[in-house]
Nanobody
Framework: QVQLVESGGGLVQPGGSLRLSCAAS????????IGWFRQAPGKEREGVSC????????YYADSVKGRFTISRDNAKNTVYLQMNSLKPEDTAVYYC???????????????????WGQGTQVTVSS
C-alpha cells in the first residue's frame, strides 16, 4: 500500500534541533512535490515548507525561514526537514505529504497534496 511514514520527532529544549524524516513506500517520490505541514493544539493545519519535483525549488513559511531546511533524497525515497533554533511555538504534530504538482512548483496549500503521513509529535519545552 502507499505510505508516507514520518520519524524523528520528540521532546527538545528551546534552541535545540531535530531532523524529521519522511520515508515513502509503495510509490516513488521523484515526480511529486513534497510538503511539510504542522498542526498545533487548537489550530488549523498549516504549511511549513515544500520542495518541487523537478528543480528542487523550495518555499518556507515566514515563521520558519532561516531556521528550517527541507531537502529530498530521491535515491532513498525520503524527504527531510531539518529544524534548528526551535521555539516553543514550533510545538505541533508534523506531517509530510506528496502531491502531483506540475514540474518546478510546490505549494503550502493542503488541497495540493494526495498522500499524507500519520504525523510525528514535536514538543519544544524547557
Amino acid at each position: 500500500q502507499v505510505q508516507l511514514v514520518e520519524s524523528g520527532g520528540g521532546l527538545v529544549q528551546p534552541g535545540g534541533s531535530l531532523r524529521l524524516s519522511c520515508a515513502a513506500s509503495g510509490f516513488t517520490l521523484d515526480y511529486y512535490a513534497i510538503g511539510w505541514f504542522r498542526q498545533a493544539p487548537g489550530k488549523e493545519r498549516e504549511g511549513v515548507s515544500c520542495i518541487s519535483s523537478s528543480d528542487g525549488s523550495t518555499y518556507y513559511a515566514d515563521s520558519v525561514k532561516g531556521r528550517f531546511t527541507i531537502s529530498r533524497d530521491n535515491a532513498k525515497n525520503t524527504v527531510y526537514l531539518q529544524m534548528n533554533s526551535l521555539k516553543p511555538e514550533d510545538t505541533a504534530v508534523y506531517y509530510c505529504a506528496a502531491g502531483a504538482v506540475r514540474l518546478g512548483y510546490c505549494y503550502l496549500a493542503l488541497y495540493e497534496y494526495d498522500y499524507w503521513g500519520q504525523g510525528t509529535q514535536v514538543t519544544v519545552s524547557s
